[in-house]
């Protein structure tokens, strides 16, 4: 079964360029989640998905950051314009459906499934 | 607001030690608390899933315990190899007793394993 996919591995882009990130969760997991790590600190919460809808974006630092999750297959994070403070490992990540018990070997109890990052430098 | 503190910051031990990782987090109503380790360069990878209604839980030589009620829990790892040499990292959902939705991370542990 494959794992959580990200694209790219690396970026790096100059202040005020747009960036797009790719996550594609694993298949049949509705829940996709997004988290960064800047330099020095502890990973934090962006946003979760439950299928296409946006359950939880109270982590996106400010308007400069989309996520979309169009037909509830994979997901884009866009940063436009970026700016130096952006720069750090975008993880995202993915688990079954709230209250699923699954034992298919995708997770049980919501555990989370992480990608390998992107690790975006911003000049 | 839940906070996950994890002790040491940073560890070396020779092949063969047995050690422990430690991660605390203020708020103990949760539902469950992932180890997680991750390479240099690489994504995470979850190593166990604890729930509070476990005390242990136990995947090779690695053994998580938790201890809702002094908001803790500990990874120990047995007879350890320079192959365990990462970052360590404890993560908790929110609280209220639910599995579900965004975690929060400790700073992590980093291992280093020498041989």
């Known amino acids: 079964e494959a794992g959580v996919t990200q694209f790219p591995s690396h970026s790096v882009i100059e202040k005020g360029q747009t960036v797009t990130l790719r996550c594609d969760p694993i298949s049949g997991h509705d829940n996709l989640y997004w988290y960064r790590r800047v330099m020095g600190k502890e990973i934090k919460f962006l946003l979760h998905f439950v299928k296409e809808s946006k359950q939880d974006e109270s982590g996106m630092p400010n308007n400069r950051f989309l996520a979309e999750r169009t037909g509830g297959t994979y997901s884009t994070l866009k940063v436009q314009p970026a700016e130096l403070e952006d720069s750090g490992v975008y993880f995202c990540?993915?688990?079954?459906?709230?209250?699923?018990?699954?034992?298919?070997?995708?997770?049980?109890?919501?555990?989370?499934?992480f990608g390998p990052g992107t690790r975006l430098t911003v000049l | 607001k839940q906070e996950v503190t994890q002790i040491p910051a940073a560890l070396s031990v020779p092949e063969g030690e047995n050690l422990v990782l430690n991660c605390s987090f203020t708020?103990?109503?949760?539902?469950?608390l992932q180890w997680f380790r991750q390479d240099p360069g690489k994504g995470l990878t979850s190593l166990l899933l604890i729930q509070s209604s476990q005390r242990e839980q136990t995947s090779g030589r690695l053994n998580a315990s938790l201890d809702k009620s002094s908001g803790r829990s500990t990874l120990y790892i047995a007879a350890s190899q320079p192959g365990d040499s990462a970052t360590y990292l404890c993560a908790v959902p929110p609280p209220g007793g639910t599995s579900y939705g965004k975690l929060t991370f400790g700073q992590g542990t980093i291992l280093t394993v020498h041989p």
């Open positions: 990540a993915s688990s079954q459906v709230k209250g699923s018990r699954g034992t298919s070997g995708s997770g049980t109890y919501n555990e989370q499934f």
């Open positions: 708020d103990s109503a949760i539902y469950n």
